[in-house]
């Protein structure tokens, strides 16, 4: 489904607008990444349906604006973690390098319990 509002969305580049450098070598994409969509203002007013499009899309590393109909759509608008929950003491234990690990709780991304903590 489009977005029909601002943020951040999970999409799928899936043609880029005629003006994009490079965009017959950038479309289509192989991977889903995160674009923001913004609302379009044309002369410093919101656009109505028939003057321009209503939402601008932007991707990283891409300067040309594109537009809705130029991906798939996934999740959004995407919602900020709250702070509280970010985890600040985080260790990577050597014989395990893809387990993140609170070192208050053992408590590890892709682990459960932490097997190596002492």
Same mark, same amino acid.
Request: charged share 25%; proline share 8%; net charge negative.
């Given at each position: 489904?489009?977005?029909?509002?601002?943020?951040?969305?999970?999409?799928?580049? +899936?043609?880029?607008? #005629?003006?994009?450098?490079? =965009? !017959?070598?950038?479309?289509?994409?192989? &991977?889903?990444?995160?674009?923001e $969509?913004?609302?379009?203002?044309?002369?410093?007013?919101?656009?109505?349906?028939?003057a321009?499009?209503?939402?601008?899309?932007?991707?990283?590393?891409?300067?040309? +604006?594109?537009?809705? #109909?130029?991906?798939?759509? =996934? !999740?959004?608008?995407?919602?900020?973690? &709250?702070?509280?929950?970010?985890v $600040?003491?985080?260790?990577?234990?050597?014989?395990?390098?893809?387990?993140?690990?609170?070192?208050?709780?053992?408590?590890?991304?892709?682990?459960g319990?932490?097997h190596?903590?002492?």
């Amino acid at each position: 489904m489009k977005p029909t509002k601002p943020g951040f969305y999970w999409a799928l580049w +899936t043609t880029a607008t #005629e003006s994009t450098p490079e =965009g !017959d070598e950038l479309t289509p994409a192989r &991977d889903w990444e995160v674009v923001e $969509v913004w609302e379009n203002f044309l002369i410093g007013e919101p656009c109505e349906a028939d003057a321009c499009e209503k939402w601008g899309v932007s991707v990283t590393g891409v300067s040309t +604006t594109q537009w809705l #109909e130029n991906f798939q759509w =996934g !999740d959004g608008p995407l919602v900020r973690p &709250d702070p509280k929950s970010k985890v $600040v003491d985080v260790y990577s234990h050597p014989d395990c390098p893809f387990h993140y690990c609170d070192s208050a709780t053992g408590d590890c991304e892709k682990a459960g319990k932490c097997h190596h903590r002492g």
